[in-house]
């Protein structure tokens, strides 16, 4: 009987790629998916440490997992419970002394050597920690998965092309969990994609902790940019559409701020996080932009491309921020219109240097600024969505939606879109007019002939 392994995903787009790649790794070693927890063999839960709710909502899914595994043991059955991604980055050994349920804590940069660490467990039956950051390259190791395994997971597709943070905000953990800023070969990256592609992906989506700062190395031996990766990878046949993300307001460089409006494939949405509209919370944030900066460069890409939809992501409540921190959020907000947006409450990290600093605010307080922050983000979001009414747009075709006949796809500016899409199919690029706008979708009925 073959082995089943199920793997739960919490946080970001890199985790779901990891997540992924973990699968295709297991799949190497005869593992086939399962379900949910019941079922497997192997439970590895891919964590996310960004916020203190993601990693207690960890600790508390071990619980469970602890009485999943006695019940499989009264009927004779193992289970090997494995905890990856930056909560195990971060907590090595102290997981296993406050969670004795887990086997195996394995960093994100060591995935591709989970079959050793799963042999040795089985062979030893010892619980490991294996969080160091090797030498050797993770990407060239990892097994690929074949082309009906991809095809399986749909017409879209994450691929990381940079990892790790050398940037320090001082808020964040991810330099930590994730190490310095390390960027993929250009061959690696083309292969996978071309891969991809094969198997009828349309869409890919570029991925990195701060993916505009790529330079990686390419073919003729120099340091290519991320506009430059996206120009080659534009070029390979069956890719419809790039995208990229998350991007660092520091690293938005000519090329690329360019390259929307010279590379067809590259869609109109640009996620740039900016955090506050304060200048004084920015400089104790360690962003090293100022307020001025953020504006005048979302000037420069909507000069580039005017109907750009522009995304972000915002803090409130970090240590010190005063009404009027607060109330410069909120005119940065108003002057850059936002298509989309994510906003935090401040969350202290252990070993961070926000965590320690004086003035720390309020949770009531930080829970009332996000919930006016979060109406205004909502109101713009309703106001680019209702913008598009009656305006045609080409959608790619994802998946089919609730109701006989319908399908969901996305626009170009990452809104999903309803549609009757009776003989269409999942990977077809439709022209649709908008003719309805909703809380988190759109509607739109295809182009008839003119
Ligand atoms: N590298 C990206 C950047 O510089 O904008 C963001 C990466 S981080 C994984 C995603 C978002 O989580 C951040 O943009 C920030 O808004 C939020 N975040 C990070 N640390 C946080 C903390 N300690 N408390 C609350 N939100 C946090
Ligand atoms: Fe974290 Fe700042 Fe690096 Fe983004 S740029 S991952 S927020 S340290």
């Known amino acids: 009987m073959t082995k089943k392994a199920y793997i739960k995903t919490y946080g970001c787009q890199m985790n779901v790629y990891d997540s992924q790649r973990m699968s295709d790794v297991l ?22 440490h960004i916020r203190e709710k993601a990693a207690e909502k960890v600790y508390s899914e071990i619980g469970s997992l602890r009485r999943l595994k006695k019940t499989r043991a009264g009927a004779g059955l193992d289970t090997i419970v494995a905890i990856a991604g930056c909560v195990a980055q971060a907590e090595g050994e102290e997981m296993l002394r406050r969670a004795p349920a887990v086997d195996l804590v ?53 691929l990381t092309v940079q990892e790790g943070c050398d940037k320090f905000c001082t808020f964040c953990v991810v330099p930590y969990t994730r190490g310095a800023e390390v960027s993929r070969p250009v061959a690696q990256i083309e292969a996978e994609a071309r891969s991809l592609a094969e198997a009828g992906v349309r869409e890919i989506t570029l991925l990195g902790q701060n993916v505009n700062a790529y330079h990686g190395r390419g073919p003729d031996g120099e340091i290519w940019s991320l506009a430059r990766l996206l120009a080659r990878l534009a ?45 004084r919370i920015l400089k104790a944030m360690n962003r090293r932009h100022r307020v001025r900066d953020y504006l005048r460069l979302i000037e420069r890409i909507r000069s580039s491309r005017s109907d750009i939809a522009v995304s972000g992501d915002f803090i409130v409540g970090f240590p010190g921020e005063t009404e009027e921190d607060f109330a410069a959020t909120l005119e940065l907000v108003r002057k850059v219109e936002y298509a989309s947006a994510f906003s935090f409450k401040y ?40 913008a598009c009414l009656g305006r045609r747009m080409d959608i790619l075709v994802e998946k089919p939606g609730r109701h006989d006949g319908q ?33 988190n979708s759109l509607s739109g009925h295809i182009r008839m002939a003119a």
């Open 27 to 48: 799949a190497s070693m005869g593992y086939s998916p399962s379900p949910g927890p019941e079922e497997a063999d192997l439970v590895i839960l891919n964590t996310c």
């Open 106 to 158: 394995i960093g994100p940069q060591i995935y591709h050597r989970l079959p050793e660490l799963v042999t040795r467990f089985v062979r030893d039956r010892e619980p490991i920690v294996a969080t160091e950051f090797p030498l050797e390259d993770k990407f060239d190791r990892l097994a690929q998965p074949a082309p009906h395994v991809t095809r399986a997971r749909g017409v879209t597709a994450f």
């Open 235 to 279: 070029g390979l046949g069956g890719i419809e559409r790039l995208r990229f993300t998350t991007s660092h307001p520091r690293d938005m460089s000519e090329d690329l701020i360019a390259a929307f409006r010279h590379n067809a494939k590259l869609m109109p949405y640009l996620h740039l996080p900016v955090q506050s509209g304060s200048d």
């Open 347 to 386: 969350s202290p990290r252990p070993g961070t240097p926000a965590a320690e600093m004086a003035f720390q605010i309020d949770d009531a307080i930080a829970a009332e600024r996000l919930q006016v922050l979060q109406d205004l983000l909502h109101r713009q979001r309703h106001a680019f969505n209702a």
């Open 407 to 439: 399908l969901i796809g996305r626009s170009p500016y990452l809104q999903a879109i309803h549609i009757d899409g009776r003989g269409h199919r999942i990977g077809d690029m439709v022209t649709v007019t908008i003719d309805g706008v909703g809380a």
